[in-house]
């Protein structure tokens, strides 16, 4: 059992890498119409990430990632908030998106990483960035 396991994550890793490489241009393009909106979620989860290097190794930098998605009101438009909060210890990593409702274009996004000390804040409309602001934490 354990070696049909082996083999179907190798002819899967083959097919990503293959799907990979076969990209024009190394770009892949995602729309709107890729993405399945109605079956986005909404709620709180929580989910444990960690490092391994080797099946037989002990669990590196345990990370809680704690996720809310909601739904929310934006310019009397339907808008969905995406919460994250990845803590290590301490929190390491933070991010608030807002993204339209009907096609999930970004509205707003910022976030924050521990190891860099400061918010980039970008606000979007028309699916261009309007304003890019720095905020440096001290």
Request: charge should be positive.
């Amino acid at each position: 059992m354990e070696r049909t396991k082996d083999y179907f994550m190798l002819i899967m890793l083959v097919g990503c890498v293959s799907s990979l490489l076969a990209q024009d241009g190394g770009t892949i393009l995602v729309q709107s119409k890729h993405l399945d909106i109605k079956g986005l979620k909404k709620g709180k989860a929580t989910y444990v990430v960690y490092n391994k290097k080797s099946r037989e190794s002990s669990a590196e930098r345990i990370t809680i990632v704690k996720i809310s998605v909601v739904d929310k009101v934006q310019n009397e438009k339907p808008a969905v908030s995406i919460l994250q909060q990845w803590e290590r210890d301490t929190v390491i990593h933070t991010a608030e998106t807002l993204l339209n409702a009907e096609d999930f274009t970004t509205i707003f996004h910022k976030n924050w990483w521990k190891r860099l000390g400061y918010i980039p804040k970008l606000i979007f409309t028309t699916q261009a960035l309007v304003q890019w602001n720095w905020e440096r934490i001290l």
